[in-house]
């Protein structure tokens, strides 16, 4: 990982992410999608910020230079931040300890504040694009406002860090008040998330869009082609998600087990990101099922891999008990794959039940099993669910669409 000149003339849309890229998840499908369409679309020259852990040997530029490397052909900077409050269970902590984060953040702020200036500088920012915040964000509303440049602030909200927010109280809710209402333009990925959002922030008029994302139908095509690197099954129901308890494994694995004996060619597939104690609670009850030797469970899984699997998939299942968006319904839909979700999917939205995808309710079984019966052996409404599914996708969730209502945002924040 060479450092790389950077020297150019065109402005940098630079996006923020607590992690890299080399993970699976929606998260990191909705940046890698924008970041590769930044020059093109967005007429800005592309960098991606991690602001979690450094990798090996990168410390010191984590902390006393962010420098430009090229990491997976992106432009990357590692940079170092601090939370200035114990976000998670802070009501479980001291209030010395409390004061000891606050204090950590304030006695570093300075060095973080002239590190991170001169990254916006040098790299000619003039967009900033949090995605995934956390409270340690509060560094990118802090330096902006020392920059000499106008510099925008997007926060683009995926789930998670809005429930955190809406669940914080006290001090840490002001400083989550503090980040988001400090910021240019709150960019929610459903409108399914607009309720949270009002729970933790009174927000002007306008301040708040939301913007779909969406898949790139040729390249998961392409990807869908390679050879997995497992042996599959010739039938089985496909589910990929982070092994959490919102995700509803465990409801998924009950469905199966319902239509198992009556299917005995149908295996059940399950891959996402491992996640503990929620994987082990998943193995356990697998090991426990009727129907165990049919069961397979995959983890962290590259996300070209999970689509291999899913190309080749008989149905896809998103048996989850909330779910802002749930990107892996259009990736469905990009192959074909006929769906069945549950009704909180916010990408089932603009869907309608029964034509393009199956919808049930959260936490029931039985539903769950027998929309998927329904599918697994009628194979002619199956495939053209498959089919009436992708032609929503092509018409009305590509990345290019996304992008652009990006570009259209960034210029309405300027102009303003």
Same mark, same amino acid.
């Given at each position: 990982?060479?450092?790389?000149?950077?020297?150019?003339?065109?402005?940098?849309? /630079?996006?923020?992410?607590?992690?890299?890229?080399?993970?699976?998840?929606?998260?990191?499908?909705?940046?890698?999608?924008?970041? #590769?369409?930044?020059?093109?679309?967005?007429?800005?020259?592309?960098?991606?910020?991690?602001?979690?852990?450094?990798?090996?040997?990168?410390?010191?530029?984590?902390?006393?230079?962010?420098?430009?490397? /090229?990491?997976?052909?992106?432009?990357?900077?590692? $940079?170092?931040?601090?939370?200035?409050?114990?976000?998670?269970?802070?009501?479980?902590?001291?209030?010395?300890?409390?004061?000891?984060?606050?204090?950590?953040?304030?006695?570093?702020?300075?060095?973080?504040?002239?590190?991170?200036?001169?990254?916006?500088?040098?790299?000619?920012?003039?967009?900033?694009?949090?995605?995934?915040?956390?409270?340690?964000?509060?560094?990118?509303?802090?330096?902006?406002?020392?920059?000499?440049?106008?510099?925008?602030?997007?926060?683009?909200?995926?789930?998670?860090?809005?429930?955190?927010?809406?669940?914080?109280?006290?001090?840490?809710?002001?400083?989550?008040?503090?980040?988001?209402?400090?910021?240019?333009?709150?960019?929610?990925?459903?409108?399914?998330?607009?309720?949270?959002?009002?729970?933790?922030?009174?927000?002007?008029?306008?301040?708040?869009? +939301?913007?779909?994302?969406?898949?790139?139908?040729?390249?998961?095509?392409? /990807?869908?082609?390679?050879?997995?690197?497992?042996?599959?099954?010739?039938?089985?129901?496909?589910?990929?998600? +982070?092994?959490?308890?919102?995700?509803?494994?465990?409801?998924?694995? #009950?469905?199966?087990?319902?239509?198992?004996?009556?299917?005995?060619?149908?295996?059940? %597939?399950?891959?996402?990101?491992?996640?503990?104690?929620?994987?082990?609670? +998943?193995?356990?009850?697998?090991?426990?099922?009727?129907?165990?030797?049919?069961?397979?469970?995959?983890?962290?899984?590259?996300?070209?891999?999970?689509?291999?699997?899913?190309?080749?998939? +008989?149905?896809?299942?998103?048996?989850?008990?909330?779910?802002?968006?749930? %990107?892996?319904?259009?990736?469905?839909?990009?192959?074909?794959?006929? $769906?069945?979700?549950?009704?909180?999917?916010?990408?089932?939205?603009?869907?309608?039940?029964?034509?393009?995808?199956?919808?049930?309710?959260?936490? #029931?079984?039985?539903?769950?099993?027998?929309?998927?019966?329904?599918?697994?052996?009628?194979?002619?409404?199956?495939?053209?669910?498959?089919?009436?599914?992708?032609?929503?996708?092509?018409?009305?969730?590509?990345?290019?669409?996304?992008?652009?209502?990006?570009?259209?945002?960034?210029?309405?924040?300027?102009?303003?």
């Amino acid at each position: 990982m060479n450092s790389i000149d950077r020297a150019q003339a065109r402005d940098t849309w /630079l996006y923020v992410l607590p992690w890299d890229l080399k993970g699976t998840g929606g998260v990191n499908q909705v940046v890698q999608n924008l970041f #590769d369409r930044t020059d093109r679309i967005l007429d800005r020259s592309p960098l991606l910020v991690v602001t979690g852990q450094p990798p090996t040997g990168q410390h010191r530029m984590a902390t006393q230079q962010a420098v430009v490397t /090229l990491i997976g052909g992106r432009p990357t900077a590692y $940079v170092s931040t601090d939370c200035p409050w114990p976000a998670k269970n802070s009501n479980r902590v001291s209030a010395l300890l409390k004061l000891r984060f606050l204090a950590g953040f304030l006695i570093r702020l300075p060095i973080r504040l002239i590190t991170i200036h001169k990254l916006l500088a040098e790299q000619r920012v003039t967009t900033i694009n949090v995605h995934f915040p956390g409270l340690d964000s509060l560094i990118w509303s802090f330096v902006r406002r020392i920059t000499r440049r106008k510099v925008s602030l997007l926060v683009s909200l995926h789930g998670a860090d809005l429930m955190e927010a809406a669940a914080s109280t006290g001090f840490e809710l002001v400083l989550w008040r503090l980040l988001l209402g400090t910021a240019d333009k709150l960019v929610l990925c459903s409108e399914t998330l607009e309720p949270r959002l009002a729970s933790t922030l009174t927000t002007a008029p306008g301040r708040v869009t +939301t913007i779909t994302p969406g898949v790139d139908i040729a390249h998961l095509l392409e /990807l869908s082609k390679n050879e997995p690197t497992i042996s599959l099954p010739s039938m089985f129901i496909y589910s990929v998600g +982070t092994y959490e308890s919102k995700k509803g494994h465990d409801v998924l694995i #009950d469905a199966f087990e319902l239509i198992a004996a009556a299917l005995p060619d149908v295996w059940l %597939i399950i891959a996402g990101r491992r996640a503990e104690p929620e994987f082990s609670a +998943t193995a356990l009850r697998q090991q426990r099922s009727i129907a165990a030797s049919r069961i397979l469970l995959l983890t962290d899984v590259p996300h070209r891999e999970l689509i291999a699997i899913m190309g080749r998939a +008989t149905v896809f299942a998103l048996p989850s008990r909330d779910e802002p968006f749930g %990107i892996v319904v259009l990736e469905a839909g990009a192959l074909k794959i006929p $769906v069945v979700a549950t009704t909180v999917c916010g990408a089932a939205k603009d869907l309608k039940s029964s034509i393009n995808v199956e919808l049930v309710q959260p936490d #029931d079984a039985q539903s769950l099993a027998n929309s998927l019966t329904a599918l697994l052996t009628n194979k002619v409404r199956s495939a053209q669910m498959g089919i009436n599914l992708y032609n929503h996708v092509y018409a009305h969730n590509s990345w290019e669409a996304s992008a652009t209502r990006y570009g259209a945002l960034l210029r309405h924040v300027t102009t303003r």
